[in-house]
């Protein structure tokens, strides 16, 4: 705006930009006068380190990560289907009948050890680790598509930053 205009013009305009009501502000209102930018605030900005940020903190990125970290999770949980489970259990029982002192031939011990596997399962398990799998390669996918948009972003609003740059330079 420079010296074009006066300022109560400035601030009327800025009133009803704002929608102040009646389009005005009080008389005690002044603008504060503004600097004159120098070539410092006009640099251009390296997009790599505010790309490399835009990829640490965007919210979308972060949750397809936890996405990918939870399938592959899910992946071990399908793949130990396919694994014996050996379960050991222990007991000590004792009993004494019409004597409250307890001796060594009143207790009972025993221990078992159960191994199980699943000879046939008809191909579920098959099934559900090559379902796994997919949806591991599609959350794998999404999450680098997300990260391609998200530096494409980036280098639109820093392009976006560029013309306007150019622009108040005219």
Known sequence: WG???????KVAVLAA???V???RFPDT???APLRDEGRAELVYPDSDPLIDYAVAHRPDILRGEFRVQQTRADLGVVRSEFYPSLDL???VDGSREDDTGFEEDD???SVGL???YNLFAGGASTARLRETRQRLAEDENLLEDTVIGVK???RQALSDLELAQESVRL
């Open 89 to 91: 259990s222990g007991t």
């Open 114 to 116: 159960f191994l199980r």
């Open 107 to 109: 207790f009972g011990y």
């Open 29 to 31: 209102l002044a603008l």
């Open 21 to 23: 009501p009646e389009g």
């Open 152 to 154: 494409a972003e980036v």
């Open 3 to 9: 010296d074009r205009f006066p300022d109560a013009q």
């Open 17 to 19: 930009l704002l929608g």
